[in-house]
């Protein structure tokens, strides 16, 4: 599997996107919101594609490395996003 800025495959898009899925189920478990389980997907494999692409371009010198870096980019990335989203909705969502 070559990751490079230039070369990133389908394959390394599809992990992400399973980085992204993985992390919305287990903010959906720990969070249980109810009714947001499609939302936080959405948000998680946005979150980790963002990730994951930003990591690629900005770090790494080999394939390997680049494709270590970016999997912690997209980890990292869902689950920023996710936490940014979880915290919004719990500030907009009570009532005076």
């Not at 770090?59 to 996710?82: C, K, Q, Y």
């Amino acid at each position: 599997m070559i990751v490079t800025p230039e070369h990133t495959g389908i394959l390394v898009w599809f992990i992400w996107a399973l980085i992204g899925v993985a992390a919305a189920l287990i903010t959906q478990r720990i969070a249980s919101q109810p009714g947001m389980l499609v939302f936080n997907i959405i948000v998680g494999i946005a979150g980790a594609l963002t990730g994951g692409f930003l990591s690629v371009q900005f770090v790494g010198d080999t394939p390997t490395m680049l494709l270590l870096i970016s999997i912690l980019g997209a980890i990292f990335g869902a689950g920023i996003l996710l936490w940014i989203t979880a915290a919004l909705y719990s500030r907009f969502s009570r009532r005076p």
